[in-house]
C-alpha cells in the first residue's frame, strides 16, 4: 500500500500548477512584444528573434527590420540602421521591409529620408505610426495590428492605414502575411509609378554576382564610392512564376518571385507572393541585382511602355485593399513548391 503524506500532496499540487503554467507560456511560441518606449514591436520564434516593426524618427516610415531566417541568417541588409562593412549604402530609404508609393497625389512616399535635401521635402511624403490596435502570441502563429497615417510634405493627412501582420512558423519556413487598407482623406490618385509598393532591402550574399560598382561603408561605416566592385559573396538569382530567371525578371509579371542564394555553406530563400485579389493582379517585379526586391502592381506603363496608364482613384472615404505573404525559406525552392505555396495563400485569404 502506498502511503500519502499531505505535505507532499500540497508540493505535487503546487508542482503540477507550475508545470501548467509554463507550459501554457511555452506554448505562445511565437511571441509579438510591443515596446513602445524604444518605438519597436519584437517577434521572436522559439525564443529567437524573428523581426521587428519600428519607427524610429530617422526613418519616414515603419518597416519590419531585420528579418531574419529559422537557421539564423539575416536576409536583409543592416544600412541604414545598422551599417556593415563591405555593403551598398545608396538608397537610404531601403530599409527592412517596407509598403509605401512613389506617386501619390504627386508627393513621393518612397524615397523620402533624412538625405533628401531640405527644399525638395514639401514634395514627398511621411507614414506616421499611429496606434497599436492589438497584438497577440500563439502556438504556432502571432498577430500584430497597427494603424499609420500618411501625411505629404505640406502636412497635409492623405490616407489612413490599417495593417494587419501575421507571422508564422511551419517547419523551417518563417512566414509573414501583411494585410493592408488604405482609406483615403479626399480623392487621391496613385499614379503610374515605378518606385512602389512592397519592397525588402537583401544582404549582401543576395544580391546578384553581376552587379559592379556603387556606393559601400568601410570598416568605419562610411560611404565610399567603388567603381569595380567585389561581388565576392554576391550569389542571389530571382526566379518568377511565368519562368524569368536573374537580371530578366525586372519589369516582368508574375503571381511570385523568389530570390535564393548561398552564404556560409547555408541556402536562404525568400519568396513573396502576390494575392489573386489584389489591384493590378499579378504584380510587376521592381527587382533589382544590386539587392532591392519589390512589388508594384501599379506601374502598368512604366514597366510596360506598351500598357496604358495604370492611375488607381480613390474617392473620399474609399479603401483599397493589398495582400501579400513573404516566406523566408532556409533551403532553395523549386517552381512546384511555390506554385503550392501560392495556391494555399489565395485559398487561405478569399
Same mark, same amino acid.
Given at each position: 500500500?502506498?502511503?500519502?503524506?499531505?505535505?507532499?500532496?500540497?508540493?505535487?499540487?503546487?508542482?503540477?500548477?507550475?508545470?501548467?503554467?509554463?507550459?501554457?507560456?511555452?506554448?505562445?511560441?511565437?511571441?509579438?512584444?510591443?515596446?513602445?518606449?524604444?518605438?519597436?514591436?519584437?517577434?521572436?520564434?522559439?525564443?529567437?528573434?524573428?523581426?521587428?516593426?519600428?519607427?524610429?524618427?530617422?526613418?519616414?516610415?515603419?518597416?519590419?527590420?531585420?528579418?531574419?531566417?529559422?537557421?539564423?541568417?539575416?536576409?536583409?541588409?543592416?544600412?541604414?540602421?545598422?551599417?556593415?562593412?563591405?555593403?551598398?549604402?545608396?538608397?537610404?530609404?531601403?530599409?527592412?521591409?517596407?509598403?509605401?508609393?512613389?506617386?501619390?497625389?504627386?508627393?513621393?512616399?518612397?524615397?523620402?529620408?533624412?538625405?533628401?535635401?531640405?527644399?525638395?521635402?514639401?514634395?514627398?511624403?511621411?507614414?506616421?505610426?499611429?496606434?497599436?490596435?492589438?497584438?497577440?502570441?500563439?502556438?504556432?502563429?502571432?498577430?500584430?495590428?497597427?494603424?499609420?497615417?500618411?501625411?505629404?510634405?505640406?502636412?497635409?493627412?492623405?490616407?489612413?492605414?490599417?495593417?494587419?501582420?501575421?507571422?508564422?512558423?511551419?517547419?523551417?519556413?518563417?512566414?509573414?502575411?501583411?494585410?493592408?487598407?488604405?482609406?483615403? %482623406? +479626399? @480623392?487621391?490618385?496613385?499614379?503610374?509609378? #515605378?518606385?512602389? $509598393?512592397?519592397?525588402?532591402?537583401? =544582404?549582401?550574399?543576395? &544580391?546578384?554576382?553581376?552587379?559592379?560598382?556603387?556606393?559601400?561603408?568601410?570598416?568605419?561605416?562610411?560611404?565610399?564610392?567603388?567603381?569595380?566592385?567585389?561581388?565576392?559573396?554576391?550569389?542571389?538569382?530571382?526566379?518568377?512564376?511565368?519562368?524569368?530567371?536573374?537580371?530578366?525578371?525586372?519589369?516582368?509579371?508574375?503571381?511570385?518571385?523568389?530570390?535564393?542564394?548561398?552564404?556560409?555553406?547555408?541556402?536562404?530563400?525568400?519568396?513573396?507572393?502576390?494575392?489573386?485579389?489584389?489591384?493590378?493582379?499579378?504584380?510587376?517585379?521592381?527587382?533589382?541585382?544590386?539587392?532591392?526586391?519589390?512589388?508594384?502592381?501599379?506601374?502598368?506603363?512604366?514597366?510596360?511602355?506598351?500598357?496604358?496608364?495604370?492611375?488607381?482613384? %480613390? +474617392? @473620399?472615404?474609399?479603401?483599397?485593399?493589398? #495582400?501579400?505573404? $513573404?516566406?523566408?525559406?532556409?533551403? =532553395?525552392?523549386?517552381? &512546384?513548391?511555390?506554385?503550392?505555396?501560392?495556391?494555399?495563400?489565395?485559398?487561405?485569404?478569399?
Amino acid at each position: 500500500m502506498s502511503r500519502f503524506s499531505p505535505q507532499a500532496g500540497r508540493l505535487g499540487t503546487v508542482a503540477l500548477a507550475l508545470g501548467l503554467l509554463s507550459g501554457g507560456i511555452g506554448m505562445a511560441q511565437v511571441q509579438v512584444k510591443p515596446d513602445e518606449a524604444h518605438q519597436r514591436v519584437d517577434i521572436t520564434i522559439d525564443g529567437q528573434k524573428f523581426t521587428s516593426y519600428v519607427w524610429p524618427t530617422s526613418l519616414k516610415k515603419p518597416v519590419l527590420y531585420p528579418l531574419i531566417a529559422s537557421d539564423g541568417t539575416t536576409v536583409t541588409r543592416g544600412y541604414p540602421l545598422e551599417p556593415r562593412e563591405h555593403e551598398r549604402v545608396d538608397h537610404p530609404h531601403h530599409a527592412g521591409m517596407w509598403f509605401n508609393y512613389g506617386n501619390v497625389g504627386g508627393f513621393d512616399f518612397w524615397n523620402n529620408s533624412d538625405a533628401i535635401k531640405p527644399a525638395d521635402r514639401e514634395k514627398m511624403g511621411s507614414i506616421h505610426q499611429q496606434r497599436i490596435v492589438s497584438t497577440r502570441s500563439g502556438k504556432d502563429r502571432g498577430e500584430l495590428v497597427v494603424e499609420t497615417l500618411w501625411t505629404n510634405g505640406k502636412g497635409a493627412d492623405m490616407l489612413t492605414e490599417t495593417t494587419r501582420f501575421v507571422f508564422i512558423k511551419r517547419g523551417d519556413a518563417r512566414i509573414i502575411d501583411r494585410v493592408t487598407t488604405l482609406k483615403a %482623406l +479626399d @480623392k487621391i490618385v496613385f499614379h503610374d509609378d #515605378k518606385e512602389g $509598393v512592397l519592397g525588402i532591402r537583401v =544582404a549582401h550574399f543576395l &544580391e546578384s554576382a553581376n552587379e559592379k560598382g556603387g556606393m559601400f561603408a568601410d570598416a568605419s561605416g562610411r560611404p565610399t564610392k567603388v567603381d569595380t566592385a567585389d561581388t565576392t559573396g554576391a550569389t542571389g538569382v530571382y526566379r518568377t512564376s511565368e519562368g524569368v530567371s536573374g537580371e530578366a525578371v525586372w519589369s516582368t509579371r508574375g503571381k511570385w518571385c523568389t530570390l535564393t542564394g548561398n552564404t556560409e555553406g547555408k541556402t536562404e530563400t525568400i519568396a513573396i507572393l502576390d494575392h489573386v485579389g489584389n489591384p493590378g493582379y499579378p504584380t510587376y517585379w521592381h527587382a533589382r541585382g544590386y539587392g532591392l526586391f519589390a512589388a508594384n502592381p501599379l506601374g502598368d506603363h512604366i514597366f510596360d511602355p506598351k500598357a496604358p496608364q495604370h492611375d488607381m482613384t %480613390l +474617392d @473620399k472615404d474609399q479603401t483599397a485593399t493589398f #495582400k501579400y505573404r $513573404v516566406i523566408l525559406y532556409s533551403h =532553395a525552392t523549386t517552381p &512546384e513548391e511555390i506554385n503550392r505555396e501560392s495556391a494555399a495563400y489565395n485559398a487561405e485569404y478569399k
